[in-house]
């Protein structure tokens, strides 16, 4: 009986979208985590007569066919890239962007990944690196002599050394955007890296050539809304529960079957 595979490949499309959800809830305190959303589409039709076939030699023409279809599939779970909140740290290294553009790292392969993530800390030498102890591209070295580093919302970052009455101006902090930022491949630790979807990286300045501000002592929170996932894992649920009662309906329909004499 087809109903029980088509019933199935809900509860397995049910049960990835739970599983989607259940990672935006477990990463709402994650600095910068965009939440994903599951989609589907209905699997191929089994045609058992074509609508506007001809059903005489007159010419008459079927108005609607017979159709059914297979199931469902999981087609893609894109990321929402919408703006998290900006909370305070009062951490001068901390970093979020308002607005378009994401953060550069540079891996320990050499290839440049892409962050939201502002949680900046200085390396044994002063470099400006993330919790991983990767660099931020381009790099900027902050010397122990430097006092009340500030960065600005342009990205520019620039503090007094020693005893000086001028600030001195130490790097500047570069952003990247893409036309198809939904297409960047997560790889983990809030980082991205481009591909053949999200289209090469587009360098730029903070609050100019449309890209985001910078904020200093703020970081971006998870653009997870509590509500939304709950209320979308308890619809989850119940889909999957009504492709269960129906595996239970036509393995019912088929034990009848088998007990007629």
């Not at 589907?40 to 007569?49: E, G, I, K, S």
């Amino acid at each position: 009986m087809k109903a029980l595979y088509i019933a199935s490949t809900g509860m397995s499309a049910q049960e990835r979208n739970v599983e989607v959800i259940s990672n935006n809830i477990a990463n709402m305190r994650t600095t910068g985590f965009k939440r994903q959303r599951a989609e589907f589409q209905d699997l191929l039709y089994q045609a058992y007569r074509r609508a506007g076939s001809s059903t005489s030699d007159q010419g008459s023409i079927v108005p609607v066919g017979i159709e059914i279809g297979t199931g469902v599939r999981t087609a893609g779970t894109p990321r929402i890239m919408s703006q998290g909140s900006v909370t305070p740290t009062e951490k001068e290294l901390d970093v979020a962007i308002s607005g378009e553009g994401f953060f550069m790292v540079r891996l320990p392969d050499g290839r440049t990944a892409y962050s939201r993530d502002g949680t900046f800390e200085r390396d044994n030498t002063g470099l400006l690196v993330t919790l991983d102890g990767h660099q931020i591209e381009p790099g900027i070295t902050i010397p122990d002599t430097a006092n009340s580093v500030a960065i600005g919302a342009d990205g520019a970052v620039e503090a007094f050394l020693g005893t000086d009455t001028q600030p001195t101006r130490l790097g500047q902090i570069q952003l990247a955007r893409f036309v198809n930022k939904g297409g960047l491949e997560s790889i983990g630790k809030n980082m991205f890296v481009e591909t053949a979807a999200s289209g090469p990286a587009q360098l730029g300045t903070a609050n100019i050539d449309g890209m985001g501000a910078l904020m200093q002592s703020y970081l971006e929170a998870a653009n997870v809304n509590a509500v939304t996932e709950i209320s979308d894992l308890i619809a989850a649920q119940r889909a999957y529960e009504m492709n269960a009662r129906v595996i239970s309906g036509a393995d019912e329909m088929l034990q009848a079957t088998t007990q007629l004499r």
